[in-house]
């Protein structure tokens, strides 16, 4: 079964907003870039460390540990010392509310 969260409400979710919200007991990194939402397991696959507050730069946000860069339409890493892809999860857009769920 699936397991659906919301993260909050569009209005309070401006451009460059980034939050933290548990799917399933993960830890989920939910980033507004250009207006689209995405959600990427909060855990760089590079060391445990978590993605939130890392800056999202084309696209793509960075582990501010050692500057590994993941893709947040895909998740998958695009810069060293990151090779594995981080997991994503699906992002919904309902009655203005933004909702993460497992692909
Ligand atoms: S822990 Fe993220 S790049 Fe090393």
């Given at each position: 079964m699936s397991e659906r969260v919301r993260a909050g409400e569009v209005t309070q979710m401006p451009e460059g907003f980034q939050c933290a919200v548990e799917v399933g007991g993960v830890s989920v990194v939910v980033v507004n870039y250009e207006g689209q939402f995405y959600a990427l397991r909060?855990?760089?696959?590079?060391?445990?460390?978590?993605?939130?507050g890392g800056e999202v730069v084309d696209g793509r946000i960075t582990c501010?540990?050692?500057g590994g860069k993941f893709e947040l339409?895909?998740?998958?890493?695009?810069?060293?010392?990151?090779v594995k892809a981080v997991k994503l999860y699906r992002t919904e857009v309902e009655d203005g509310q933004v909702f993460v769920s497992p692909l």
């Open positions: 909060n855990n760089c696959t590079h060391k445990d460390y978590p993605l939130l501010a540990k050692h339409s895909t998740g998958k890493a695009r810069a060293l010392p990151a």
